[in-house]
């Protein structure tokens, strides 16, 4: 255990070491108050690099003989550390990505059941099914002189977002 504590504060781990207990403290802190970060991936991201560096070092420092290549440590254990924290980063970005806010622009292209009696250039409503499964009930209105009734399927093809409405017309008419 003495020499774990000695190779821990010989230099170039020492630097590295204190680092390591802030990072301790900060998780520890994270653990305890339930701290709320809306970039997960900074700090993350910091931790793994000092826990890498120093892990590095350590090993370094305890492989080579005393006063020898400790400068030669310490650059190799910062290119391990920034190399190997770039690897490993490469899933934790793809992971905390933010979502695409869902828009009513998205529901554009679809197909529509027609849930109202009949659908006019002023009046109706229409079933949609979104990308993850979930259905939406839509206000639209025909954009032909036709009527769509209950029960027909339809082409969204517009948004009007002063109206905050969909354009559909009847997929027979449209060729599909």
Do not use: H
């Not at 802190?29 to 991201?45: H, Q, R």
């Not at 003989?65 to 924290?85: C, D, F, M």
């Amino acid at each position: 255990m003495t020499e774990f504590v000695a190779a821990a504060l010989a230099f170039p781990t020492v630097l590295f070491s204190f680092l390591v207990l802030v990072v301790l403290a900060y998780w520890l802190t994270v653990a305890l108050v339930g701290m709320d970060f809306d970039a997960p991936v900074l700090p993350i991201s910091i931790s793994m690099f000092v826990v890498i560096t120093w892990f590095a070092a350590l090993v370094g420092t305890v492989l080579t003989p005393e006063g020898s290549l400790r400068y030669a440590i310490l650059a190799g254990a910062l290119l391990v550390g920034a190399l190997l924290t770039k690897i490993l980063s490469i899933p934790l970005r793809n992971w905390t990505k933010p979502e695409k806010p869902a828009s009513r622009n998205d529901f554009v292209g679809r197909t529509a059941i027609v849930k109202t009696a009949r659908v006019t250039e002023n009046y109706g409503q229409a079933e949609v099914t979104a990308d993850d499964g979930g259905t939406a009930v839509v206000q639209v209105r025909a954009a032909q002189s036709t009527e769509l009734k209950a029960g027909q399927t339809a082409l969204i093809f517009d948004y009007d977002a002063e109206g905050e409405f969909f354009w559909v017309v009847d997929i027979i008419t449209t060729g599909g």
